[in-house]
């Protein structure tokens, strides 16, 4: 009997009960493209923070046993994919994760959650943003948004108008932090949104699709997901971004049909049987 004759891949974000992000929407995407999906929790909420209240226990104190009770095990992973941390001592651990699980065989996914609009969060302070720069040195696959790019590299923020150019430019920079391949989410382009897919080695290309409806909590973690699982199994980079941002496409359709408040993030599980595996 051995634990690791199925792929997976170990989860390290929090866990809202409502509000459909982080690993409530990350478990169920993963394993529909037949992939285990081992979540380490940072956090639990009752639903998530852009709700005027809500329930909220910091798990960070529990991480450390919870891993070795894994390592006991002889758990082994083909991918270790990293959510929002939030806190110094949760990106520690994290690196201190990766560090004892990583092998030959493993693919380390960092999306560092650290800002959108131009800003960081005000949880993220300086210490942070640069723990964050040496977590993402540690990636193979580096999945910011264009905020999240900007902080990385530092370099100017602007909400649009970016010359491709720009954006391979930054996309190298990231790469030479040392990831492999990098993901530059969310570049506003009139009507569209575009991906920048970079790899070492090849030529890098832009992914764009148009805009639909309305901006909600959680499609990053379900973008992360699927590009995650899906790299995991051997398909491409630029394929698995096609297949993610085509996925959220129908999952936004789906919710703003049934006029779900923007709060509620997106009603996956009306299209879930549409991805592709």
Not at 34 to 44: D, G, H, L, Y
């Amino acid at each position: 009997m051995c634990h690791n004759n199925q792929k997976k891949i170990a989860v390290i974000n929090d866990l809202s009960g409502f509000g459909r992000c982080s690993l409530t929407v990350q478990m169920p995407v993963i394993s529909h493209l037949k992939v285990q999906c081992c979540p380490v929790p940072t956090s639990i909420f009752s639903n998530h923070t852009g709700f005027p209240h809500y329930f909220f226990d910091d798990y960070t104190e529990k991480m450390p046993e919870y891993i070795r009770n894994w390592k006991q095990l002889g758990l082994e992973f083909e991918g270790i994919a990293s959510g929002f941390l939030g806190s110094l001592k949760q990106i520690q651990i994290v690196r201190s994760f990766i560090q004892e699980f990583r092998s030959d065989r493993t693919q380390i996914i960092v999306d560092p959650v650290m800002g959108d609009n131009g800003k960081p969060y005000k949880t993220y302070t300086k210490k942070m943003c640069d723990a964050m720069k040496e977590l993402a040195q540690m990636a193979d696959i580096l999945l910011p948004n264009v905020t999240e790019a900007c902080i990385l590299t530092n370099t100017d923020y602007k909400p649009h108008g970016w010359r491709k150019q720009e954006l391979f430019t930054m996309a190298e920079k990231l790469s030479l932090i040392g990831a492999q391949k990098v993901v530059i989410s969310g570049v506003v382009m009139g009507q569209y949104l575009g991906n920048v897919v970079y790899e070492k080695g090849k030529e890098p290309e832009i992914i764009r699709k148009k805009r639909v409806g309305h901006t909600r909590s959680g499609t990053g973690d379900i973008f992360a997901a699927v590009i995650a699982a899906s790299c995991i199994r051997g398909l491409p980079l630029k394929d698995s971004v096609i297949k993610a941002t085509e996925f959220i496409q129908k999952c936004i359709v789906a919710t703003e049909n049934m006029d779900i408040p923007l709060t509620d993030g997106v009603c996956f599980e009306e299209v879930l049987d549409q991805l592709k595996i």
